[in-house]
């Protein structure tokens, strides 16, 4: 939603941008060549899933395109060899730019070295309803079907993505946590208006998409994690 709003003021975010589906009509804003170069990162870190036969047996093991769904412990090391970095430092050189894609909590320490004078802008959503969208996306798209996920997983996916946010990447550089409910208050968009010292679209946000607190209860440390996140926003469930 928040890169929705920044597409209309005309920031760059790529020349491949992802189409609006049944799930998202609304739209990603996600750039096909800033996945490729993340998954091309992750793929040098997470083991393969082994071909034919032998695959149906490592179905947990992510393969390409499906590597926003890993699980990348805290505190492991992403190297970046050249080439990709050449990549990553064209993109970048295309200013003012916005880009957006859930394997940044991964990935962004081999963005850093590119990103001078940039902000970044967390946002996030009550776990369980977060959980409970990755498992419709695993659902409804086909590329993901031999993928083995469940909805603990898909939780397990949640902590993991943001504790390297919380512990490792918000220390570099200023960042805006915000929850996906307030981009859909006036408050919120003047929030990130400050942040960003500029304009957004604020006719983009569809108040028909809002989320309802989820009721699925969390075990103790998720709970903290989400419980952290809405402490940065500012954000209180009603």
């Keep these: 939603m928040v890169a929705g709003t920044l597409k209309g003021a005309g920031y760059f975010m790529g020349e491949q941008i992802m189409r609006p589906t049944k799930i998202n009509p609304k739209g ?39 590597r926003w769904l890993a699980k990348i412990p805290v505190g492991q ?92 990447h918000r220390h570099q550089g200023q960042w805006l946590f915000i929850h996906y409910n307030q981009v859909l208050t006036t408050k919120g968009l003047d929030r990130i208006e400050a942040f960003i010292k500029g304009k957004i679209d604020r006719t983009f946000p569809d108040l028909s998409l809002g989320h309802a607190v989820a009721q699925t209860p969390l075990d103790a440390k998720i709970a903290a994690i989400y419980a952290q996140l809405c402490a940065l926003a500012k954000y209180q469930e009603e």
């Design 77 to 168: 090391e992403i190297p970046c060899p050249q080439a990709i970095a050449t990549r990553i430092e064209l993109l970048t050189a295309k200013q003012p730019f916005c880009f957006k894609d859930p394997r940044f909590c991964y990935t962004l320490p081999a963005w850093q070295p590119f990103l001078k004078e940039t902000v970044f802008i967390c946002v996030f959503r009550h776990p369980a309803a977060t959980a409970a969208s990755i498992m419709n996306v695993h659902a409804q798209q086909k590329y993901l079907h031999n993928l083995a996920l469940n909805y603990q997983t898909a939780l397990k996916i949640w902590q993991l993505m943001y504790q390297h946010i919380l512990q490792i």
């Design 28 to 66: 990603y804003f996600e750039s096909k060549e800033i996945e490729a170069i993340n998954e091309d990162l992750l793929t040098l870190i997470l083991p393969p899933r082994p071909r034919a036969f032998l695959g149906n047996f490592f179905k947990q093991r992510t393969t390409r395109n499906q």
